[in-house]
């Protein structure tokens, strides 16, 4: 449509050209491309930013890398499992099958505790397994479960203990089980020692709870060791259900340590 003349003093009526932009280039007056809006970040309710499957822990927080020191002591640490457990298993069966038939309760308790370290080597083992090796709440879980190996000792020991003694059993004397005890008493501290310095090495609760298992298999084994031969030598039969009383009394006081992750600090 053409445009239309206008005279002066009268407005015109042709409109005003209007500069356009393109919404996809332009959108203020200099025609400024905007910035691309920024998409925000999965968040985890408790967590903060959500990590990708394989590199987080149940949180979605990401996990700690660790250094190649920190690994060989990982792996370390599952070999001496893998020694406690095979020999436990030997000393366990041994221990039972001897203290039963001597009917002794202090032997009884100190082979069932062969049983529980059994117990707690398997937890460690399983804590420092592929991906788990890296995994906090694998700890914290292997850490748990440890202290509750300690517990599941104590019942029966005490229990069978207090009955030995108020009905005056008398254990009959057994070679073997002096043997057995002795062989603990050599080999247990070492690893004990060893476990625990791992522990601390690798702020694992677990692995240092297995070691303070160790080390309470060395004690026991001295202490029902003593029992054994004072029953042999002077007649002392109560030594031995007092043995299994100190047994089940430490396996609780050890447990809560392993639950607070005391053993580790």
Not at 170 to 178: E, K, Q, R, V, Y
Not at 249 to 265: K, L, M, N, Q
Request: net charge negative; charged share 15%.
């Amino acid at each position: 449509m053409a445009e239309q003349s206008t005279t002066p003093g009268m407005l015109s009526l042709t409109p005003a050209r209007v500069r356009t932009q393109s919404p996809d280039t332009c959108t203020d007056d200099c025609c400024t491309p905007s910035p691309p809006e920024s998409v925000p970040t999965a968040i985890d309710d408790c967590c903060g930013p959500a990590g990708h499957a394989g590199e987080t822990d149940e949180c979605g927080a990401p996990e700690p890398v660790r250094g190649a020191a920190w690994l060989r002591s990982a792996r370390r640490a599952k070999v001496l499992a893998w020694a406690s457990l095979t020999w436990m298993t030997l000393e366990g069966a041994l221990g039972l099958f001897t203290g039963i038939r001597a009917g002794s309760i202090g032997l009884v308790g100190w082979a069932l505790s062969s049983v529980v370290e059994g117990l707690a080597s398997v937890i460690v083992i399983w804590r420092f397994t592929g991906a788990r090796t890296h995994s906090a709440h694998a700890e914290a879980t292997a850490q748990r479960a440890v202290a509750v190996s300690f517990w599941l000792l104590a019942p029966y020991v005490g229990a069978q203990s207090v009955v030995d003694l108020m009905g005056g059993s008398h254990p009959s004397t057994t070679s073997l089980g002096i043997a057995l005890t002795i062989s603990s008493i050599v080999l247990m501290p070492a690893l004990g020692i060893a476990k625990r310095r791992l522990g601390k090495h690798l702020d694992s609760g677990a692995t240092a709870g297995e070691g303070a298992q160790n080390l309470l298999c060395a004690y026991l084994a001295a202490g029902v060791l003593a029992g054994l031969l004072a029953n042999t030598t002077l007649g002392w039969w109560w030594l031995d259900p007092i043995a299994g009383l100190a047994v089940a009394t430490i396996a609780v006081f050890d447990g809560r340590r392993a639950w607070r992750g005391d053993d580790c600090c």
